[in-house]
């Protein structure tokens, strides 16, 4: 049944709205604001210090974990959780900044790469540890250990449900690449 403004009313099995206000519901409420806060936070400070929103530095991180410091335009998308319209204005914004590139493939002509530039990797470590910062600063500080280890496996949970795949965990190899460029030893792959 539609309601004016086009949202779409879809009973639960026939259970009422106020049982669906429950101890989860409050988990979830609490997981949404502490992320939109700590998101804010994270903006905030990559903007005062080297001038980019979190989503350009994320992208900036994953094409540096990249071998080759690349990725197909799609994969980079769904690793930053943009859509296809969404990374593709993103990456136009970090080319004109000399960031990043576009590459096609000639092989593949419906390929396109994004591929981190030599300024791209110098820029990294400046954003990097204003990052790494500001999730232990904003985040990570506030919980222990226990904690820390109970929000990654129910939130793994939730993110696998929903069809996604759970990012490598810090001793990956991906991470490695992002410490040797956070000290200026980038990997080319």
Request: hydrophobic share 40%.
């Amino acid at each position: 049944m539609e309601h004016d403004g086009g949202i779409s009313e879809h009973p639960a099995d026939g259970a009422d709205v106020e049982g669906l206000v429950d101890e989860a519901f409050d988990a979830w409420m609490a997981v949404w604001k502490a992320q939109i806060l700590v998101v804010r936070a994270l903006e905030r400070d990559l903007k005062e210090s080297v001038g980019l929103p979190l989503t350009a530095c994320e992208v900036l991180s994953k094409l540096g974990a990249a071998p080759g410091g690349r990725l197909r335009m799609q994969e980079l998308a769904r690793q930053v959780l943009l859509s296809k319209s969404g990374i593709s204005q993103l990456v136009t914004q970090l080319s004109r900044l000399g960031l990043v590139e576009r590459q096609g493939d000639p092989d593949n002509l419906r390929v396109t790469y994004a591929v981190l530039t030599e300024k791209g990797r110098a820029a990294f470590p400046a954003h990097a540890p204003v990052f790494l910062q500001g999730v232990r600063r904003y985040f990570s500080q506030h919980l222990t250990d226990d904690e820390v280890e109970t929000i990654t496996r129910a939130m793994t949970k939730v993110i696998k449900a929903l069809g996604y795949e759970q990012e490598a965990p810090h001793d990956s190899e991906a991470a490695r690449n992002l410490v040797s460029m956070t000290r200026g030893g980038a990997r080319s792959g």
